[in-house]
């Protein structure tokens, strides 16, 4: 998905950081997503850890991503163009539904079926 071109005047944190902005904004990485861990992004890209840790901390101080600690760095609302209203009424929705004892299945079938989506596996041809 992430392409680095070592040939570029464009540093590779750069490269990184408006490749994994544009996937926010297109739908590819939606809000909520968990980036890989700095060390992973960097053996896959083959890359210096601290040029993929630069990204990272790019990528935070612009809000299109958050670091949760040890839990990992996620895509943000803001990078991934969704409203603040529409994720937290899906928070909300997910407290409710745990609250209610529905698993996840069943919860993610109500939206579904809420949007007029057929559960997969069960479209037209089925």
Known sequence: MINVDPHSPVPPYEQVRSQIAALARDGHLSAGTRLPTVRQLAGDLGLAV????RT????????????RGRHGTFVTHR????????????AR??????RLGLDPAQALGLVRAALGQP????????
């Open 50 to 53: 601290n040029t993929v840790a």
């Open 93 to 98: 929705y997910a407290e409710e539904t745990r």
């Open 119 to 126: 559960e997969p596996g069960l479209g037209a041809g089925a």
């Open 56 to 67: 990272y901390r790019e990528l935070e101080a612009a809000g299109l991503v958050e670091t």
């Open 79 to 90: 990078a991934a163009c969704v409203p603040v209203e529409a994720e937290r009424l899906a």
